[in-house]
């Protein structure tokens, strides 16, 4: 584990379900490789929809935002499958009511705002110069990290985030996709500044969420994620209905669905999925806060921007050149860098933990 998530740890777990402390090394490492799994072919997932919505004849900014968040319900599922300790919470007498719905309505506005620079980006920008934006995201959490969490900085988490960036840098040149038509100038720079404060917000996010966890929710469960999760995007998705209706959007909506190039069905299952896709990598998003940091989560969610041209080239047959596969292996070694750098800093910490309960036993003794 790294060095930053000691702090969480420290503190008294409250008794609910798997708490982390207890979760033996390879218990630890499965639940981060099923957190990557699900950011990974969630926001691939996502990506895809998206784009398939946008090429068929969508053009709704508000309802590409709404379907970011509107599919929280599903999270319940998990949630209630998850026994309850019959043992009480020593977590500081329980977070009360206010200071958690303060959190998750302050944090849900912020998701919903980032959701809908990202829309607007997307909109008045090139796929290649969007992407290219987007991985700025990596260095804002660096140093949102940094202020924030009290992340510490090695050679091999610094080799991670570089090399990550130029892999995102290298998928965003070599887009050969065209931009949108009959975007002015203005248009355009309203867009590259939105994707910019939409990657600057999000980053700002992940280490609000960090922090939140480990100082004020205080609980080491994975049901503390979900309720994050699940209060958050009903805040957001609040907000998307309202800026739905009040931008007047919602009129076009019928128009949308009837010429829609697939179908009515397939625009309306588009949109279920699109939803579904995205809270799948909420989840493993807020999961690798929760479980490793913020930044960890943000190496995850930029190395998925290399793996997403793979799953277009099975989709939609996109062509696959020598600059996508070398950004692909740059990935590859960024994301094995940053693994690597939480092997050891695991194997450290255990070692520190041995060696203190031997000095115990033999003290004792």
């Not at 691939?44 to 969508?58: E, I």
């Not at 996709?177 to 975007?183: A, D, K, L, M, Y």
């Not at 493993?284 to 929760?290: A, E, R, S, T």
């Not at 050149?321 to 750098?341: D, E, H, P, R």
Request: hydrophobic share 50%; proline share 2%; net charge neutral.
């Amino acid at each position: 584990m790294t060095d930053n998530q000691e702090p969480m740890l420290a503190d008294e777990p409250s008794t609910n379900q798997l708490p982390l402390r207890k979760l033996n090394q390879w218990h630890w490492w499965f639940l981060v490789a099923i957190n990557i799994l699900f950011l990974i072919v969630g926001q691939s997932a996502a990506v895809l929809l998206g784009r398939f919505y946008y090429d068929q004849g969508g053009n709704s900014k508000w309802m590409a935002t709404l379907v970011q968040t509107a599919a929280f319900p599903v999270l319940f599922i998990p949630l209630f499958l998850i026994p309850s300790s019959k043992e009480p919470s020593t977590s500081s007498t329980s977070t009360s009511i206010k200071v958690l719905a303060m959190i998750y309505f302050s944090l849900g506005v912020l998701i919903a705002g980032d959701n809908m620079m990202y829309s607007v980006g997307l909109l008045y920008l090139s796929a290649s110069t969007y992407s290219l934006t987007c991985a700025s995201q990596l260095a804002f959490n660096a140093v949102f990290s940094y202020f924030i969490n009290s992340q510490k900085f090695t050679m091999l988490i610094l080799n991670s985030v570089v090399v990550l960036s130029l892999s995102a840098s290298l998928i965003a040149v070599n887009d050969d996709s065209e931009g949108p038509s009959g975007v002015s100038k203005w248009k355009y720079i309203i867009g590259f500044l939105c994707t910019l404060a939409a990657s600057a917000l999000y980053s700002l996010l992940l280490s609000l969420m960090q922090l939140s966890f480990q100082k004020i929710l205080k609980r080491e469960t994975f049901s503390v994620v979900l309720e994050m999760q699940i209060y958050t995007s009903l805040v957001a998705t609040c907000v998307s209905i309202v800026g739905l209706f009040a931008s007047g959007e919602w009129n076009s909506l019928h128009g949308e669905m009837e010429g829609f190039g697939t179908g009515r069905v397939s625009y309306v299952m588009t949109l279920v999925w699109t939803a579904v896709t995205w809270q799948i990598c909420s989840v493993g998003v807020v999961g690798l806060i929760f479980v490793v940091s913020s930044l960890f989560s943000n190496v995850i969610s930029t190395a998925s921007l290399a793996v997403t041209p793979i799953a277009s080239v099975i989709v939609f047959h996109d062509k696959m050149n020598g600059v996508k596969v070398i950004a692909m292996l740059l990935a590859l070694w960024g994301f094995a860098s940053y693994i690597y750098q939480n092997y050891i800093d695991d194997a450290k910490a255990r070692r520190a933990r041995n060696d203190v309960s031997e000095s115990q036993n033999n003290s004792s003794c």
